[in-house]
Every structure is written in structure tokens, then in C-alpha cells.
């Protein structure tokens, strides 16, 4: 009897409605190639790139870790992802490295975070890494870019954009400038499903989510089941289930059995601009999804804007007495609320945690999602009493299909602007440019495997294949 074989495009469909499918054994050969595809094109999985923000910078002391290698221990900052390090190289020495240009120290670091290119008083003057790899790569995929917290209003910092260059991160100089982040997740999932849904049931809000977008796909379902083999029922069930708990997050109202409410008792998600944990969460599980369905490979995430006055949120974490802001300036420089910080740092990698955890429960071609991504995560700042742009907090998290050598480490670069890192990154998931910002080449002991044509082959690789 022939296999069962799927195509990567499939969807499930109903009636005028289709899901995507996150990859199944069922899309690949016997050689583990796509079905269908040319020997050549023998990647199993996409390889994606985004950036992840996270703002107030660090105390270095309680980042970076003493020892180099594989056998290196946690410091404070980092115990939260403790689940993960495997799969996470942390970066010492880099440099954002920009230092012409408009700007305070927020503004240039959150504006410089992803591109390496300076700023004028209104916008970047380069393209995001994120950006780079969508517009060489994308292959009509969406770009995603996300913001858990509100863009700020006015002139300060010494730029005229203060919502553009401290409330975003992703830039096209090709695409005319600032990419606007979404930040109500109930508009991330329009964009996921909305299209897919019957065109009767979306001329408003409500009507489009009174039943699971599940339910129109019902019939298709089932029958696809029935055809699985029971690794790829449980990748699916997995898959369905993690749509139908976002559905029930934001639609408070909706019925576990699918049927129609009456009406619309609450909000779907979180309305407010203001950041929360719990929106942060729902964005985080939007993105994860996309991922996993390939509707994005490239895209970014802020969990909060440049210089971090997060506002009331500081109440809901434990211990903070004081915005993660104020309490870079609290008291003379050698007594900087350091105590505050470092509850601020376990926060922001306890959510980053959340994301990572989401992924790395993803099966994915024989790994995971997170095994299939590259993820550069980092802030605005060094020091934060300083506001300094050295040794930054900067960690890679996934090993891009293989192609980062250096998961679960800790390497230490030099002295090396950002746009060595957002270089290196861009090789790991096959982009052929040669430059970005400010870079001045690949970084050593980073990546592995990747052609000498490309310019990425590290030092590591070498060092192991002798």
C-alpha cells in the first residue's frame, strides 16, 4: 500500500474556510525531503529569523556569565531559561557601535537595536535584520511584527519620532521606513484566520467568531485523521488545540463545544494599549502559531519600548517597587537600584521563557520549531546606571536547522558591533548579503555547515572538521 503523502501547502478546509498545517511526517519522503520537491531543496523545515526586545539593559554582573564554553553557569538574570540552555548561545562583547547619529541613549539603542545604522531625529537609516530576510527571503510569507506595549507620543530623546525610534524595531529603508508593530492580539489573529473564514461571516467582529474557526474545517479534519499516522495525529491535535485555547483567551464567550453564543459578553483579548503580562502572552502564543504554520519566518518581537516606563505594570511583578526606568536613575551611580533591575531582568526572561517554551513543544522535522529558528534577543542598553552600548545583553536563542554551532554556550566575541551579530544571523538562515549597518564580518564560533559561497563558515566548524 502507498503512503499516505500531503503537501507542505495543504490546508483544511470547510466551506469557503481553511487552517493551515503545521509540517507532518506525511509532507516528507523516505529521504526526509518535502514531497514532491527537487533533491536539491532538501530542507525539511524553514529556517526563521526574528528579534526579540526586551528594554533597561542589564547589570553586567548579573548577565554575563564568568566561564566560557558549554560548562558555564547561570548567572541571576539568565536562571529563568534554565529549561533551554541548550539550545541558547549567550554573546558577550558585542557592541551596539553606532555612534554618529540623533538621538539619547534610548533612542539610539532601541532605534540601532536590529539594523546597526544610525538614526536622524525621525527614522533608521538601514533595513532590520528581520527586514533583510524578508525582503531577500520571505517567499510571500507575512512578516510579523509585534509590541506588547503602547507606542509613546512626542518629540524627546533627542529625536522629533520618539513613537517610531523607541516604540519599534523593525525597519525597511525599501519598504519606506518604520514597520509598524501590531499590538492588539485580536488583530494578529484576524490576520491569521480572518482570510480563511467564509466571507459570510466576516463582515463584523462578532458574526466572524461565533463559532471556532475549527468548526468549518470539521469534516476535513476528521477525515485527515483517520489517514495520520499517530505522530502526526498528535503534531495535529496539538496543533488544533493551541488555536482552539488562543480562541477561547480571546473570546471569553465561546463555547467549548463550538456552538454560537447568544452574544459577545466580553472583549476578545485585551482592548487596553497597555502592556500586561497576559497580552504579552496571547502575542507570544499568536507568534508561536504562525510559526509553526509557516505563515511567517521573519518578523519581531518587543516586549516592551525603548527605555521601559512600563507604567502601572510594575505593580503585577513581585518585588518591584519602582519602574524598571526610575530605577536606573534612583541614587548616586555607584548605588543604582540594581536590586530592582535585576527583578526587572528575571521578569523579561521569564516571559522570553514563555515564548521558547511555546516553540520548543512544536515537533518539527524530527527537532522542534525552536530547533528551526534563530532568535536574536537582546535590549537597548548595556549598563543601565551608565546607559553605556558595551558588552550588551545578547543571547541567541535555537540553532537554526544545525546551522548554529554554538547552542548551548557562552562565547565571548571581543569587542564587536551588532552588525557582526545581525550579519552572522542572516547566514544562518541562508541570506546571501555580505553586509548590514555596521558590520564589519561574520562572528567566529557561531555558525557551522553553511557553503563557503555564502561567506559564513566559522570558526568552530573548522576547528571540529580537522
Known amino acids: 500500500m502507498n503512503p499516505f503523502r500531503l503537501s507542505r501547502r ?49 547589570e553586567k554582573a548579573s548577565w554575563h556569565p564568568k566561564e566560557l564554553g558549554a560548562g558555564y553557569t547561570l548567572t541571576d538574570s539568565l536562571q529563568p531559561l534554565a529549561a533551554h540552555k541548550a539550545a541558547i548561545t549567550v ?23 536590529a539594523t546597526g545604522a544610525p538614526l536622524t531625529k525621525t527614522a533608521s537609516t538601514g533595513t532590520s535584520v528581520d527586514q533583510v530576510a524578508q525582503e531577500e527571503l520571505g517567499q510571500g510569507k507575512q512578516s510579523l511584527v509585534l509590541n506588547a506595549q503602547k507606542k509613546p507620543n512626542g518629540s ?6 520618539a513613537g517610531d525610534i523607541y516604540g519599534e524595531i523593525s525597519w525597511s529603508v525599501a519598504g519606506g521606513g518604520v514597520i509598524e508593530a501590531r499590538r492588539n492580539p485580536n488583530d494578529v489573529f ?37 489517514k495520520l499516522g499517530a505522530a502526526d495525529r498528535q503534531r495535529l491535535d496539538a496543533h488544533l488545540t493551541a488555536i482552539r485555547d488562543l480562541e477561547l483567551r480571546l473570546m471569553p464567550s465561546a463555547q467549548i463545544t463550538c456552538t454560537a453564543p447568544s452574544a459577545l459578553t466580553a472583549p476578545m483579548g485585551p482592548e487596553s494599549a497597555e502592556y500586561s503580562t497576559e497580552k504579552a502572552h496571547q502575542l507570544m502564543d499568536l507568534l508561536a502559531l ?32 519602582l519602574s524598571e526606568h526610575s530605577a536606573a536613575h534612583d541614587g548616586s551611580g555607584a548605588v543604582r537600584r540594581y536590586d530592582q533591575i535585576r527583578i526587572y531582568k528575571r521578569y523579561q526572561m521569564t516571559q522570553l521563557t514563555y515564548l521558547l517554551d511555546k516553540l520548543a513543544a512544536m515537533p518539527e522535522a524530527g527537532g522542534s520549531v525552536l530547533d528551526h529558528s534563530a532568535i536574536f534577543v537582546g535590549s ?19 540553532k537554526a536547522g544545525g546551522r548554529i554551532a554554538s547552542a548551548g554556550s557562552h562565547i565571548d566575541v571581543g569587542d564587536r558591533p551588532v552588525g557582526d551579530l545581525l550579519l552572522t544571523l542572516l547566514g544562518a538562515v541562508g541570506s546571501k548579503a555580505t553586509s548590514i549597518g555596521n558590520s564589519t564580518g561574520v562572528l567566529p564560533g557561531i555558525l557551522a555547515g553553511l557553503p563557503l559561497a555564502q561567506g559564513v563558515t566559522s570558526m568552530i566548524f573548522e576547528r571540529r572538521t580537522r
Open 10 to 58: 495543504a490546508l483544511l478546509r470547510g466551506v469557503g474556510a481553511g487552517i493551515a498545517l503545521p509540517l507532518l511526517d506525511a509532507m516528507l519522503d523516505n529521504r526526509g525531503i518535502l514531497y514532491g520537491s527537487a533533491s536539491a531543496q532538501s530542507a525539511t523545515a524553514p529556517i526563521r529569523l526574528f528579534t526579540f526586545f526586551f528594554p533597561g539593559g542589564c
Open 91 to 113: 554573546v558577550s562583547g558585542i557592541k551596539l557601535g553606532v555612534n554618529n547619529g540623533d538621538g539619547d541613549a534610548h533612542a539610539r539603542g532601541t532605534g540601532c537595536f
Open 156 to 161: 524627546y530623546g533627542g529625536v522629533e519620532k
Open 190 to 226: 484576524d490576520s491569521l484566520f480572518k482570510n480563511l473564514l467564509p466571507s459570510k461571516a466576516i463582515d463584523n467582529h462578532a458574526q466572524a467568531y461565533e463559532q471556532s474557526v475549527l468548526s468549518y474545517v470539521k469534516d476535513n479534519t476528521t477525515r485527515l485523521q483517520k
Open 290 to 321: 504562525a510559526m509553526a504554520c509557516d505563515i511567517t519566518r521573519y518578523g519581531s518581537f518587543m516586549l516592551g519600548i525603548g527605555s521601559n516606563n512600563f507604567g502601572c505594570a510594575h505593580k503585577s511583578i513581585v518585588g518591584a517597587e
Open 380 to 398: 537597548e542598553l548595556g549598563d543601565p546606571a551608565s546607559h553605556d552600548h558595551n558588552n550588551m545583553p545578547v543571547l541567541v536563542c535555537g
